[in-house]
């Protein structure tokens, strides 16, 4: 069964700081992995979805890595602002179209 | 593009009723999943439905169930509600193929009372 990792489970940092987060997962026969962005008490907002024929997408700020055969990815997001404060999961889509989560890292951007 | 659309937002039941929930996937879509998500926990499958049929269940007893409709909205029905079933409940849609994603609602608000 697939097992999807998270970590660190909380960050905090100051404003403008560069930060990797970091996802990791032990089946590497997926179809594709996705980030997502959740506030409190909401639903789930897809960042990046990143194919398993893909190494890395971008998107403002964001850029994701995957590396499948290691079973991992990165979110990289670049100087952090205090709106980027949320919890950042990601999920990977297993070759029997199960998606999987991972337990999330909670992020909070320091002004 | 209408989203994923689920309803009520909110949901006030008391414990030992049964609560209804509601979703609408994205045109196209005919995958629906639910989740749910405990004040301070992680996302928990539910249940996931294809094509009307269930495709797959979460360690959730079996007062959890549900169904998909021919146009591919579905609905969660909670049965003998508990005080720990206060929850958000998210459900998702996707496209079987494997290269698509996630596309989440907003979520319902369940507080059993």
């Known amino acids: 069964k697939q097992e999807v990792t998270q970590i660190p489970a909380a960050l905090s940092v100051p404003e403008g700081e560069n930060l990797v987060l970091n996802c990791s997962f032990t089946d590497s026969a997926i179809y594709n992995l996705q980030w997502f962005r959740q506030d409190p008490g909401k639903g789930l907002t897809s960042l990046l979805l990143i194919q398993s024929s893909q190494r890395e997408q971008t998107s403002g700020r964001l850029n994701a890595s995957l590396d499948k055969s290691s079973g991992r990815s990165t979110l990289y997001i670049a100087a952090s602002q205090p709106g980027d404060s949320a919890t950042y999961l990601c999920?990977?889509?297993?070759?029997?179209?199960?998606?999987?989560f991972g337990t999330g890292t909670s992020l909070t951007v320091i002004p | 593009e209408a989203g994923v659309t689920q309803s009520p937002t909110h949901l006030i039941k008391t414990r030992g009723q049964q609560a209804t929930l509601r979703c609408s996937p994205i045109?196209?879509?005919?995958?629906v999943y639910w989740y749910q998500q405990a004040l301070g926990l992680g996302l928990q499958f539910l249940l996931w439905y294809d094509e009307g049929e269930e495709r797959n269940r979460g360690n959730f007893p079996p007062r959890f169930s549900g169904r998909q409709f021919p146009n591919y909205s579905s609905e969660l029905n909670v049965n003998a509600l508990e005080l720990e079933d206060s929850a958000l409940y998210l459900c998702a849609s996707s496209s079987p193929p494997g290269f698509y994603g996630y596309t989440f609602g907003s979520g319902t608000r369940l507080t059993v009372v």
């Open positions: 999920a990977v889509r297993g070759t029997g179209n199960q998606f999987y």
């Open positions: 045109s196209g879509h005919t995958s």
